[in-house]
T-cell receptor, first 111, second 114 residues
Framework: GESVGLHLPTLSVQEGDNSIINCAYS??????FIWYKQESGKGPQFIID?????DKRQGQRVTVLLNKTVKHLSLQIAATQPGDSAVYFC??????????FGKGTRLSVIA | KAGVTQTPRYLIKTRGQQVTLSCSPI?????VSWYQQTPGQGLQFLFE???????NKGNFPGRFSGRQFSNSRSEMNVSTLELGDSALYLC?????????????FGQGTRLTVV
């Protein structure tokens, strides 16, 4: 497959464990955040979003936490599966402007 | 409901040539954004089109241009290709009615400049 990024931070987790992927965003004016998953050779896939008026949002097996005080976003994946192996990006939108993406984190699930 | 479709999936071009990439957004979506993805720079915003008008533009040279048609399909063009233009070009569609909405990506076009 094609490599999304050769020097990304990597998180290795055991299958069945919970994963936590962190993201520090840059703009205090950002009011909308999205997490994307990108598998090799594919485009980014929407996972979950959160607006700045919330600090937590849950989806199926995923939870996003937002801490505006320290400009920090995290994605928690419960019971991580081999199919979760991918590069994960956070993206922020500083109010009515296009998404700005972080560099990404590679999640590697050990079976 | 069909997803975002980008064509072609792969392209090989020679330095100095020009290239046109196409993106068909999700039906009903009026906003199309283009991104360049490289291992070194990550995902970088090129431009956004909404209702046939460029609404936002990133920090790329004028060799990169785009347009949007009345059916919301979008094309981007890169003229006088350079080796550094080799990248995965991604387009994302969203409703565009409020800018902070979900954006869905296509599979991308892998451009290689030799």
């Amino acid at each position: 497959g094609e490599s999304v990024g050769l020097h990304l931070p990597t998180l290795s987790v055991q299958e069945g464990d919970n994963s936590i992927i962190n993201c520090a965003y840059s703009n205090s004016a950002s009011d909308y955040f999205i997490w994307y998953k990108q598998e090799s050779g594919k485009g980014p896939q929407f996972i979950i979003d959160i607006r700045s008026n919330m600090d937590k949002r849950q989806g199926q097996r995923v939870t996003v936490l937002l801490n505006k005080t320290v400009k920090h976003l995290s994605l928690q994946i419960a019971a991580t599966q081999p199919g979760d192996s991918a590069v994960y990006f956070c993206a922020e939108s500083p109010g009515n402007t296009p998404l700005v993406f972080g560099k990404g984190t590679r999640l590697s699930v050990i079976a | 409901k069909a997803g975002v479709t980008q064509t072609p999936r792969y392209l090989i071009k020679t330095r100095g040539q020009q290239v046109t990439l196409s993106c068909s957004p999700i039906s009903g979506h009026r906003s199309v954004s283009w991104y360049q993805q490289t291992p070194g720079q990550g995902l970088q915003f090129l431009f956004e089109y909404f209702s046939e008008t460029q609404r936002n533009k990133g920090n790329f040279p004028g060799r990169f241009s785009g347009r949007q048609f009345s059916n919301s399909r979008s094309e981007m063009n890169v003229s006088t290709l350079e080796l550094g233009d080799s990248a995965l070009y991604l387009c994302a569609s969203s409703s565009g009615d409020r800018r902070n909405t979900e954006a869905f990506f296509g599979q991308g076009t892998r451009l290689t400049v030799v």
